[in-house]
């Protein structure tokens, strides 16, 4: 038998799931969109990479990280559960090892983290605006009707990108349309608008951070040759995008739980068929104090597994 670790990264836009080999070798990896459903996006993802593994795999250790982690963690019964932080981090060391910043971009939120001598010593996240994200980006090819696919193709024929304000996504779009009716041609608009989005990159989420190289750019966004192009521009430095620049979160997740487990471990992953059970989640307010805290419940099988919310603690538990 083969033992294999799984990572699962559960975001707002996007559910990813990485199998591991103990070389810490990709076996299968999967990006499938969450669409507000986290559980369902869990199950989904979980049939379908293991309709990708071959038989001799076993699971012998399983992490979760993403805003949806603990949700995760408490479905598949995983052994570790991780800020994605610190699981896009470890993921972005296997690859390039002397890493010293991660540009991070996602579907609805965007972050920069920073590492010396291999260790996390800053980062910065941007959740409240979504100029400069995945989704900003993909309503935007969708507005000029062109395929996201092909965005950053276009912006690299870009002769005079044109100047648009990218601070905020109201202003961005009016500055767009702004920039058409005047006659600007379209691979010169998403070229400024790829400029424009690493422009609010740098000056809001890594505002005050020290840009040194390796860079590693990772996460949905970097797919895009136009985003990857304006950001090596910007910082006059070369941009590398690792292989599995999309799961990388999934990746980390993955690579913590094997070495959590290596440890004389057993792992607490519940296998494959959770994939096959129903779980519910519900919520409700604790009055024990003026912090009124939201305490989340998940049942599986209309039983309790996991509960957590509470400030204090006094409602938490996870895999009970």
């Given at each position: 038998?083969?033992?294999?670790?799984?990572?699962?990264?559960?975001?707002?836009?996007?559910?990813?799931?990485?199998?591991?080999?103990?070389?810490?070798?990709?076996?299968?990896?999967?990006?499938?969109?969450?669409?507000?459903?986290?559980?369902?996006?869990?199950?989904?993802?979980l049939?379908?990479?293991?309709?990708?593994?071959?038989?001799?795999?076993?699971?012998?250790?399983?992490?979760?990280?993403?805003?949806?982690?603990?949700?995760?963690?408490?479905?598949?019964?995983?052994?570790?559960?991780?800020?994605?932080?610190?699981?896009?981090?470890?993921?972005?060391?296997?690859?390039?090892?002397?890493?010293?910043?991660?540009?991070?971009?996602?579907?609805?939120?965007?972050?920069?983290?920073?590492?010396?001598?291999?260790?996390?010593?800053?980062?910065?996240?941007?959740?409240?605006?979504?100029?400069?994200?995945?989704?900003?980006?993909?309503?935007?090819?969708?507005?000029?009707?062109?395929?996201?696919?092909?965005?950053?193709?276009?912006?690299l024929?870009?002769?005079?990108?044109?100047?648009?304000?990218?601070?905020?996504?109201?202003?961005?779009e009016?500055?767009?349309?702004?920039?058409?009716?005047?006659?600007?041609?379209?691979?010169?608009?998403?070229?400024?608008?790829?400029?424009?989005?690493?422009?609010?990159?740098?000056?809001?989420?890594?505002?005050?951070?020290?840009?040194?190289?390796?860079?590693?750019?990772?996460?949905?966004?970097?797919?895009?040759?136009?985003?990857?192009?304006?950001?090596?521009?910007?910082?006059?430095q070369?941009?590398?995008?690792?292989?599995?620049?999309?799961?990388?979160?999934?990746?980390?997740?993955?690579?913590?739980?094997r070495?959590?487990?290596n440890?004389?471990?057993?792992?607490?992953?519940?296998?494959?068929e959770?994939?096959?059970?129903?779980?519910?989640?519900?919520?409700?307010?604790?009055?024990?104090?003026?912090?009124?805290?939201?305490?989340?419940?998940?049942?599986?099988?209309?039983?309790?597994?996991?509960?957590?919310?509470?400030?204090?603690?006094?409602?938490?538990?996870?895999?009970?």
């Amino acid at each position: 038998m083969q033992p294999c670790y799984l990572g699962i990264d559960v975001g707002s836009v996007s559910t990813n799931v990485v199998v591991i080999t103990a070389a810490g070798e990709v076996l299968s990896s999967l990006y499938i969109r969450t669409h507000g459903q986290p559980i369902q996006a869990v199950k989904e993802g979980l049939s379908r990479v293991k309709a990708t593994l071959p038989e001799d795999v076993i699971i012998a250790g399983a992490g979760t990280t993403g805003s949806g982690r603990y949700l995760a963690g408490a479905i598949i019964g995983a052994d570790i559960v991780k800020n994605e932080i610190t699981a896009h981090a470890v993921a972005a060391r296997l690859e390039v090892p002397e890493v010293q910043t991660i540009l991070e971009i996602g579907g609805q939120d965007s972050k920069i983290i920073i590492l010396r001598q291999g260790v996390v010593i800053d980062f910065a996240m941007n959740t409240v605006c979504a100029a400069g994200t995945g989704s900003f980006l993909d309503q935007q090819a969708a507005r000029l009707g062109v395929p996201i696919e092909n965005f950053g193709e276009l912006a690299l024929k870009a002769r005079h990108p044109v100047r648009i304000a990218g601070r905020c996504t109201v202003f961005a779009e009016s500055d767009m349309i702004h920039k058409q009716q005047m006659g600007h041609n379209i691979e010169d608009i998403i070229g400024g608008l790829c400029e424009a989005l690493v422009r609010n990159y740098l000056n809001n989420v890594a505002k005050g951070k020290e840009i040194l190289t390796p860079i590693v750019f990772q996460g949905g966004v970097a797919a895009n040759a136009g985003i990857r192009a304006a950001f090596s521009k910007a910082l006059q430095q070369e941009i590398i995008v690792p292989r599995h620049f999309a799961v990388m979160g999934a990746l980390g997740a993955a690579l913590l739980a094997r070495d959590y487990v290596n440890n004389n471990r057993e792992t607490k992953f519940k296998g494959f068929e959770v994939a096959e059970e129903e779980f519910r989640a519900h919520s409700f307010t604790c009055q024990g104090c003026s912090n009124l805290c939201e305490i989340v419940n998940i049942e599986e099988e209309g039983r309790i597994i996991a509960r957590w919310g509470s400030r204090c603690g006094k409602w938490d538990t996870l895999g009970e």
